[in-house]
């Protein structure tokens, strides 16, 4: 039994030495080591040995089958190195080439100058608030003192969808403005309030340089017991100084909106043109920045609050069109097309 030990591991190594490739290689461990190779014939006569002999001959089989492992795994590595390297020079490849790099995205500059603008609300004492982009004409113009009559409605064309609608909030319209949450926000929370309310909103329009059919928005809302336009045209210059980090010339003049009385609009020289004019400011030199105004009573009670003891302003501006100055761009739907090119310069 020792002898055929000894002979089948000498006999193996040898082989094991000449396999040329790893298939030939999986036979020979097969042929010796597989569960019917010659090694397992061999231990399978261990059991007719003398006792004695029993603890020789089973200390030798397992050196030689620890042996017989360590030569197949040497081998394989051996034979696995060797065809790498042959794949290697049938094809030049330099390692030192760095690796793809992944793309990775980032925000979107109206995204980015959003959250600029929630900052610096927020410093200023303002909560943030949302509301449902597909509205009910009620929050959308009845609640806001634009009933269906008014010839306000005229100026916001929108998309209406399809379905009948109740009574009181009549049918569901994409919302034109973010105002409706004005009323949302005072039924919830009630005065005194300071809240603005960023978001997306539509209208049914012609496309142009400045006008696109979707467009986000900024609105304010400030009511209490004692409230002035005073106070609305400071929080604006503080506003503009902190977000473009430098004086802003300003003007003031009369505006009519709905939902405000007195109202006025607000102005500021164009970033573009330096005030000289160009087609984004209808070559004025001042580009219409927000309306503005003292809450109209009518919208503080359709929110439930007491117009006799409270009073407020609100605001609203295009987020898109600041995003266009702050970056002097000329062309409002370069911002929505889509065009990897146009995004990635920000």
Known sequence: MEKKLKNLEEECLKAVIKAENLE?????????????????????????????QKP???????????????????????????GIEKELK???????????????????????????????FSQMGFAIMDGPEA???????????IPED???????????IKGKGDKKHGRMVLRTHTSPVQI????????????????????????DASHDSTFYQVEGLLVDEKTSLGHLKGILAEFLTR????????RFRPGYFPFVEPGLEVDFSCFICKGKGCRVCKHTGWIEFMGAGMVHENVLKSGGIDSKKYQGWAFGFGLTR???MRHEIDDIRLLTSGNLRFIKQF
């Open 322 to 324: 600041l995003t266009m």
């Open 184 to 207: 949302r926000t005072m039924e919830k929370y009630g005065a005194p309030l300071r809240v603005i309310i960023p978001g997306r909103c539509f209208r049914y329009e012609a496309t």
């Open 24 to 52: 030939e290689l999986k036979k020979l461990e097969i042929k010796y080591l597989g569960r019917k190779g010659k090694l397992t014939l061999i231990l399978r006569g261990l059991k007719d040995l003398p006792k004695e």
């Open 135 to 145: 509205e009910s004409e009620y929050y959308n113009f009845e609640g806001l003192n």
């Open 150 to 160: 008014h010839p306000a409605r005229d100026m916001q064309d929108t998309f209406f």
């Open 56 to 82: 020789l001959i089973g200390k030798l089989s397992n050196e030689v089958k620890n042996t017989l492992e360590k030569a197949f795994e040497e081998k394989k590595q051996k034979l696995e190195s060797a």
């Open 243 to 250: 977000l473009f980090s430098k004086p802003v010339k300003i």
């Open 90 to 120: 049938k094809e030049f490849f330099d390692t030192t080439i760095p690796g793809k790099a992944r793309k990775i995205g980032h925000i979107h500059p109206i995204s980015r100058l959003q959250e600029e603008v929630e900052r610096i």
